[in-house]
Each structure stands twice: as structure tokens, then as C-alpha cells.
């Protein structure tokens, strides 16, 4: 192996330009040549590559977003897409790549990598922490705080005027930032789509909360929730039911995306790029480099993409008796 080729695809993530970063300075550090790859897979397929030596990554390990850009490519789904990337990275002598992204991007990679036996490595780049293989994915601790933050101030305004706030926060399929953002800035109750609450459990707890002294509350709803309402329907329904708050819904949207990243996604982003390029290095390929146990640790990419990340059930446990 003699050069690395780096590549961000799929939805962006704070964290993403830190693991930028580590594969180019890993390599840098192993003697071996990096090419960075601008707006994933599609501009694989369009040849879009700059070299990047240890320089070029200067001042971006506290940037938000991925200094490569990401796309989507419809291209790259199909055999004759998948032919001109391999062309052009064998035109330029990439030996290997490194993919930061999610389970799409991973399928990607695996597809890539059983039509040509060509070596990939996988970095878990989304905020939704819904990647079997680590405990956290690049952006999900960012994203957390982000949400935490605006819950706290959410509930300034909750409770100067005794209201309820229902807020819907990312994680597309998974709960996993509703259930932690939750605990942390100490909502009511949490919706999240592995765990069916109930509408009347709801009401349940809202009317208990009531009776028990508190004047405003914060619910905090995952948006990939089952509980067949949005989040819109879900206010009306309360107010039909509960007539007594006075309801206003907040839907976090993509600022969950965007930030500097906390000190644990760069932590986190820089352990990853090590692991990743050193693997390679090592003749491993079709992994994904994640944290399991709190250690750096190589999970097979199928595995990553047909995996589920369980919500712990020990947080659904605590977060009941917080409402207390
Ligand atoms: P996020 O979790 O943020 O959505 P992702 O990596 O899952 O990130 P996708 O849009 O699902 O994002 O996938 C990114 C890209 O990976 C796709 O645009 C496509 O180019 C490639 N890809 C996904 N699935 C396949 C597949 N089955 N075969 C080839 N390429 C694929």
C-alpha cells in the first residue's frame, strides 16, 4: 500500500474533518501518500481527488461539516458508476480507501470492495449513533450537547409561561439521541421509535405530572417514532385530551447537524483515522473501525450494515424514574 484515498458521502456530521484529519496525518506519519476525495462516491466517479499532505488539514480538527463535501451518488449504484470510479483510482494509484459515513455509505464500500477486491475501511460518520459496531458514531456526542442546549433553553421559556413543549429532535430510525438528549436536559417523557409508549400512557404521565406540581413540562420526541402521529398531530391530540396546557411544538431540524464538534467527537474522530489507516496497513480490509467497550475495535462491514445498535434499556429505566 502507497497511497490512501479519503472520502466523507452520505449526511455530514460534526467530527467528520477530524477523521479528515487523522487519515491524512496517519499516513503522513506511516510515510505513505494520501489523496482526498471531494463529494464521496460521486467524485470518485468523476475523478475529483486532491493530493494532502499533513499541511492541508491544518485548523480543521474544531470545523463542523467535511471540508471533502459529501453527496449522494445515484451513479455509484450502478456497475458501470462503480467501473469509472475504479478506473480512476487506479489511474491514480489509490491502493486503498477509507469511507467516512453511514450504513449507506458502508454498502457502498462493500459492494466496491467484493466487485474488485479492492481494500476499504469503514469510519462511522452520522449523528444518529444508529451503527451496530461502536458505541458512538462520529457527531452523535456533538449533536447531543447541540440538542441539550436547546432544550435548556426551551424550557426557560416552558416555564416562564407554564407550557408544554413537545420537541422533535434527528435520529431518523433510532432513539438513541431522543433518549440521551432527553435524560440530559430532563424531559417529561421520551418518544423514541424502539419503544411503544402508548398516546394514553402519555396522557398518563402528563396529567401525573400535573397533580404533582410541576407547571410546564418538555417532551422529547424522536423523529423516527412509531407512535403513528407527527409531532403536529400529536400536540392536537393532547390539547383534544388535555385542554389544561398550553402546547407549542419545536422541531430541532438540521442545526443537530452542524457545530463544532465536542472534544470527544475529535477524540473520538482521531482515534478512529489511526485505527483505520493502521488496519489497512496491517492487510485488513471490509472492516469498520468503531469503539466497543471503550476500546478501538474492528467490527466486519456487513456485520455494521445488517447490525442493530440496541438502545440500552437501562437509560429507557432511568429516564422513567427522572419523571418522578
Ligand atoms: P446517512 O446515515 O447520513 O444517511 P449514509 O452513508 O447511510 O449516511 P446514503 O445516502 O444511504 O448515506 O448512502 C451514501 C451513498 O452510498 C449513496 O449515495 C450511494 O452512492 C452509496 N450507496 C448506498 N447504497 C449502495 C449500494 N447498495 N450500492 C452501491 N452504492 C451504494
Sequence with gaps: IKKIGVLTSGGDSPGMNAAIRSVVRTCAYHNIECIGIYRGYQGMIEGDFKEMGPRSVNNIVNK??????????????????RKKAHQNLVAAGVDALVVIGGDGSFTGAEVFNSEYDYPV???????????????????????????VECIDKIRDTASSHNRLFL????????????????????????????????????????????????SSSIVVIAEGDKIGKSVFELKDYIEENFPEYDIRVSVLGHMQRGGAPTCYDRVLASRLGVKAVESILEGKSNFMVGI????????????????????????????DIMST
Excluded at 64 to 78: D, V
Design 167 to 214: 420537541v422533535e429532535v434527528m435520529g431518523r430510525d433510532a432513539g438513541h439521541i431522543a433518549l440521551n438528549a432527553g435524560i440530559g436536559a430532563g424531559a417529561e417523557e421520551i418518544l423514541i421509535p424502539e419503544e411503544d409508549l402508548g398516546l394514553d400512557r402519555l396522557l398518563d404521565s402528563l396529567r401525573r405530572s400535573k397533580a404533582s406540581g410541576k
Design 121 to 147: 475501511m469503514g469510519i462511522p460518520g452520522t449523528i444518529d449513533n444508529d451503527i451496530f459496531g461502536t458505541s458512538h458514531t462520529l457527531g452523535f456526542d456533538t449533536a447531543l450537547n447541540t440538542v
Design 64 to 81: 463542523g461539516g467535511t471540508i471533502l463535501k459529501s453527496a449522494r451518488s445515484k451513479e455509484f449504484m450502478t456497475p458501470e458508476g
Design 292 to 319: 466497543v467497550n471503550d476500546k478501538v475495535a474492528l467490527t466486519p462491514l456487513e456485520q455494521a450494515i445488517k447490525g442493530h445498535s440496541e438502545i440500552d434499556r437501562e437509560l429507557l429505566r432511568v429516564s
